[in-house]
């Protein structure tokens, strides 16, 4: 069993950025691929953000595209998600969860595909 906790939330004025991490414990982080998702008030859990289990592929939600980057080191065990160019729709709870996939699907956006996640970290955007 994986533990997950996620760090590095914070309030920050729109335009600025923030680094979450994203440590796991239990086992090797190298044995999943890796997302990140966030949740509004209100709304549901959507997809920010993905990577595989050794960082040669990711994916992002449109909206975040050349401005978020997800990168990962497994030596660590640790997930990052550096946010640049924050926008006050940003503004949700951060989630990192794993996703076991398979030999060929190595990428998911659909939260429920997930196994593992963490607690959350808060990130609040203000304009």
């Known amino acids: 069993q994986v533990q997950l906790v996620e760090s590095g939330g914070g309030l920050v004025q729109a335009g600025g950025s923030l680094k979450l991490s994203c440590v796991a414990s239990?086992?090797?982080?190298?044995?999943?691929?890796m997302g990140w998702f966030r949740q509004a008030p209100g709304k549901e859990r959507e997809f920010v953000a993905a990577?595989?289990?050794?960082?040669?592929?990711?994916y992002y939600e449109d909206s975040v595209k050349g401005r978020f980057t997800i990168s990962r080191d497994n030596a660590k065990n640790t997930v990052y998600l550096q946010m640049n160019s924050l926008k006050p729709e940003d503004t949700a709870v951060y989630y990192c969860?794993?996703?076991?996939?398979?030999?060929?699907?190595?990428?998911?956006?659909?939260?429920?595909?997930?196994?593992?996640w963490g607690q959350g970290t808060q990130v609040t955007v203000s304009s």
């Open positions: 990577i595989s289990w050794n960082g040669g592929l990711t």
């Open positions: 239990g086992r090797p982080l190298s044995d999943y691929n």
């Open positions: 969860g794993t996703f076991l996939g398979t030999s060929i699907v190595l990428i998911s956006t659909e939260a429920d595909e997930y196994d593992h």
